[in-house]
Structure formats: C-alpha cells, structure tokens
C-alpha cells in the first residue's frame, strides 16, 4: 500500500473518489469516504528512512538500529 502523500497514493485516492462520485455520493463526501478507504488498509505507516543519510548522524543512532 501506498504512503499518504505519494503518487500512487494520490492516484488510488482519485481513482476511489470518481467511483464513489458515479455511485451517487456528493462531492465532499465522496473525497472523504476515499480517504477513509485508504486510510483503513494495511501498511500504511511509514516504513522509515531508507537510506544511511535519512538515519541520521551515525552518533547520534541508536546502537539496535545499525
């Protein structure tokens, strides 16, 4: 799953937001009801950073992180 703020996230929110419109709910609550969707799926959370340099300075790690 997508991280909230990606494109894929944002491609999925929209693409869930066109379905809930043509199914007959209003504009607001059509967004609110794909956020809600996306939000409820697993895997969201951050997976943290990705490389050395987003981990910070190497002093300043905690020693099970390395």
Known sequence: MPEPGSKKYDT????ARKEAERSGISDQ????????ELQEGEGLRSRGP???RG???????RAGSE
Do not use: Q, S
């Open 12 to 15: 999925r929110r929209a693409r």
């Open 29 to 36: 609550d059509a967004g609110r009801a794909a956020g809600e």
């Open 50 to 52: 990705r490389t050395e």
């Open 55 to 61: 981990r910070g300075p190497k002093g300043e790690r």
